[in-house]
């Protein structure tokens, strides 16, 4: 609590840093109900801890009427949270959010109903995750990795990655395109079959080999490289 105004003050500055609408302090302060929604569940989550559960549950529909977000005083969250735009933002009682995280409108870090104690995600630093995007259950999401819009997440994402799609798949990780070829990580059909067309087209050129009992030609150049571009570990 006694630390409110600095983290009040560093709030501004990063979004100030990061957000290239954002014309003055004065405005980022006066304007930005995702940061107002922040401070809110500081206070209560500060109350939450000292045994004023019913005030802080009070004080966080407060701000949701406010803001339009929604904070559980009990989840756990980090330094310079950043709720862009934030109308629908919903953080569940077992959440938990790193350092720099930013998240846009409509956003759900919730449960998915089937389980107990520890049942909302954990977003790792510098996570971003789009607009619409709903994050549900006791996962990980690594840090750095990106969350794209409207996307539905239910398993755990690694670091430096991006997940996209209902249901959520990594699309990147680590800066190289990832192509799903194990059958019970499928979530991308377009994966599945991808990965059956390039077998079959490697069992079809060695039976060309055979058949015409020629020495192997190398593989082309471009398919060399767009195999070197991909990830194939997931
Ligand atoms: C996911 C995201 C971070 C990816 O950005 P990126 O790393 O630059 O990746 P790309 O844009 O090159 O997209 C990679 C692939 O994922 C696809 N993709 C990107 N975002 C997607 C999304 N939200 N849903 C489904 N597919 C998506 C792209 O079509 C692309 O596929 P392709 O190469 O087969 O065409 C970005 O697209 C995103 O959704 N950002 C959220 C922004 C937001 O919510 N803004 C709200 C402002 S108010």
Same mark, same amino acid.
């Given at each position: 609590?006694?630390?409110?105004?600095?983290?009040?003050?560093?709030?501004?500055?990063?979004?100030?840093?990061?957000?290239?609408?954002?014309?003055?302090?004065?405005?980022?302060?006066?304007?930005?109900?995702?940061?107002?929604?922040?401070?809110?569940?500081?206070i209560?989550?500060?109350?939450?801890?000292?045994?004023?559960?019913?005030?802080?549950?009070?004080w966080s529909?407060?701000?949701?009427?406010?803001?339009?977000?929604?904070?559980?005083?009990?989840?756990k969250? +980090?330094? &310079?949270?950043?709720?862009?735009?934030?109308?629908? *933002? %919903?953080? !569940?009682?077992?959440?938990?959010? $790193?350092?720099?995280?930013?998240?846009?409108?409509?956003?759900?870090?919730?449960?998915?109903?089937?389980e107990? +104690?520890? &049942?909302?995600?954990?977003?790792?630093?510098n996570? *971003? %995750?789009? !607009?619409?995007?709903?994050i549900? $259950?006791?996962?990980?999401?690594?840090?750095?990795?990106?969350?794209?819009?409207?996307?539905?997440?239910?398993?755990?994402v690694?670091?430096?990655?991006?997940?996209?799609?209902?249901?959520?798949?990594?699309?990147?990780?680590?800066?190289?395109?990832?192509?799903?070829?194990?059958?019970?990580?499928?979530?991308?059909?377009?994966?599945?079959?991808?990965?059956?067309?390039?077998?079959?087209?490697?069992?079809?050129?060695?039976?060309?080999?055979?058949?015409e009992?020629?020495?192997?030609?190398?593989?082309p150049?471009?398919?060399?490289?767009?195999?070197?571009?991909?990830?194939?570990?997931?």
């Open positions: 609590m006694p630390h409110l105004l600095g983290l009040i003050r560093e709030d501004v500055a990063n979004v100030m840093e990061h957000d290239p609408a954002a014309k003055s302090r004065l405005e980022v302060f006066l304007c930005y109900s995702g940061l107002h929604a922040v401070w809110f569940y500081r209560n989550h500060w109350m939450w801890n000292h045994r004023l559960s019913l005030m802080a549950r009070w529909q407060v701000a949701r009427w406010l803001t339009g977000i929604e904070i559980h005083p009990a989840a969250i +980090g330094r &310079r949270l950043f709720i862009d735009h934030g109308m629908g *933002v %919903v953080i !569940g009682e077992t959440a938990i959010v $790193g350092d720099d995280v930013t998240l846009y409108q409509g956003v759900t870090l919730g449960g998915t109903g089937k107990q +104690g520890k &049942r909302h995600p954990t977003l790792e630093d996570v *971003v %995750v789009g !607009g619409g995007a709903k549900l $259950g006791n996962l990980t999401v690594g840090k750095n990795s990106r969350i794209g819009a409207g996307s539905v997440v239910l398993r755990n690694p670091e430096q990655s991006t997940v996209v799609g209902v249901p959520g798949h990594i699309v990147f990780r680590e800066g190289k395109r990832v192509v799903i070829t194990d059958p019970k990580q499928i979530n991308d059909p377009l994966s599945e079959a991808l990965a059956a067309v390039a077998t079959e087209v490697s069992r079809l050129r060695e039976r060309v080999q055979q058949l009992g020629s020495v192997p030609e190398p593989v150049e471009r398919l060399q490289q767009i195999m070197e571009d991909m990830d194939y570990q997931i």
